[in-house]
């Protein structure tokens, strides 16, 4: 359960600071490809993460949904960069001003059940990480090598380990 909210701010921005690795390594050209014509772009998917970003910390500060899920067909790749920044700032901003407190208070999910505020927060760093994956995956599909998430390969942890044991 989270408990503070500054501590989960802290935290996702440690998510996101994972996201813009991945971010930094798509190009204007491929910020427009997809591995299959039904699939996102990674421009899409990149759009995407900042509208669920705006869209998980409204529920959680106004307890009301958004439709900023709902991603443009087509961006320049500079205005989406600048978005996904901009939208951050913003968020954390409001987020950080919630009292604690808040993360307990029960909100109406999308089925009309209850729960506690913090889980669409976890619900939101989910979400990233699993649109992350996603942006990863096309970039390797796509010929750019996806960043590491903690600088290893698996095949340098394997020779680490087998070095020190």
Do not use: N
Not at 88 to 110: F, I, N, S, T
Request: charged share 30%; net charge negative; aromatic share 10%.
């Amino acid at each position: 359960m989270i408990t503070s909210v500054a501590e989960f701010v802290q935290y996702f921005d440690g998510v996101r600071r994972r996201t813009l690795a991945a971010v930094a390594r798509v190009t204007e050209e491929s910020a427009t490809y997809r591995p299959r014509e039904t699939e996102w772009t990674c421009g899409q998917i990149v759009r995407h993460i900042a509208g669920a970003e705006r869209f998980f910390v409204t529920k959680v500060v106004e307890d009301r949904f958004t439709t900023d899920l709902d991603v443009a067909p087509f961006a320049a790749w500079d205005a989406t960069r600048a978005t996904l920044d901009e939208v951050h700032r913003v968020e954390m901003a409001r987020l950080g001003a919630l009292p604690d407190a808040r993360l307990r208070e029960k909100l109406r999910d999308l089925e009309g059940g209850t729960v506690s505020a913090w889980r669409f927060l976890m619900a939101m760093a989910e979400h990233e990480i699993h649109h992350r994956s996603q942006l990863d995956a096309w970039l390797a599909l796509a010929g750019t090598e996806p960043p590491q998430i903690y600088g290893y390969r698996m095949e340098d942890v394997v020779a680490k380990v087998g070095a020190s044991a």
